[in-house]
């Protein structure tokens, strides 16, 4: 079976602070592909990043930076120096031959971040 | 335009209504997809369409009918909806169905709330 768990439902920081999003998948798929998107309070999700299962690198945008390690099958997400304008539900998701490459999507976890 | 259109942002219908949500692209993108959002539950995959035809349907009862005319314009037909199908319905297209090399494009979505 495959699943993402995005187990913070909400987190709430103050402006400027760093703050990590976890997510953890499960797939017995050796290929398989992790997606975080963002999600406004205007509705409509923002493709933020794609990795493959075969590429381990870390990576950095900016002031964000993800952080993969297959060996705790997670994908974490950090926002450095936050703004309030990251504001926003944001989602795990997982795409793998054994769900036909479907998105299978975490719950989400909802960032404020305050003044 | 660019990205992904859908209307109307907002509707209030009655269990009696008939109704239609209108998704639009002009992408280029050859897959397109409904997804539902109600609060606190993953993204639900309702149907997807590749190149026009319907290539999947997951389990989505009668009262939602979906149409693709073209590969630009996907419908959402709605009759005889129930209040628990009040959400956020969200439209998506990529560029291939289900393709991993490429992040999903969305809509802002229709909230949707039947009385």
Not at chain 1, 11 to 39: A, G, M, N, P
Not at chain 1, 97 to 109: E, R, V
Not at chain 2, 60 to 83: A, D, G, I, K, M
């Amino acid at each position: 079976a495959q699943k993402v768990t995005q187990a913070q439902t909400e987190i709430s920081v103050v402006e400027k602070e760093d703050v990590t999003l976890d997510c953890v998948y499960e797939t017995r798929d050796t290929t398989y592909y992790l997606f975080w998107y963002k999600q406004p309070p205007s509705g409509e999700l923002v493709f933020l990043i794609r990795r493959n299962s075969f590429d381990e690198q870390n990576e950095i945008s900016g002031r964000y930076s993800w952080n993969f390690q297959k060996s705790t099958s997670s994908f974490n997400f950090t926002i450095t120096a936050s703004q309030v304008v990251d504001s926003a539900v944001y989602f795990c998701a997982l795409s793998a031959m054994d769900s036909n490459y479907q998105l299978i999507w975490g719950a989400g976890t909802k960032l404020i971040i305050k003044p | 335009e660019t990205g992904v259109t859908q209307t109307p942002r907002h509707l209030v219908m009655g269990m009696t209504n008939k109704k239609s949500l209108k998704c639009e692209q002009h992408l280029g993108h050859n897959a397109m997809y409904w997804y539902k959002q109600s609060a606190k539950k993953p993204l639900e995959l309702m149907f997807v369409y590749s190149l026009e035809e319907r290539v999947e349907n997951n389990s989505v009862p009668s009262r939602f009918s979906p149409e693709c005319p073209n590969s630009s314009h996907l419908f959402l037909h709605l009759h005889t909806l129930q209040p628990e199908d009040s959400a956020l319905y969200l439209c998506a297209s990529s560029q291939e169905d289900r393709d991993p090399n490429y992040g999903y494009t969305f809509g802002s979505g229709t909230r949707l709330t039947v009385v």
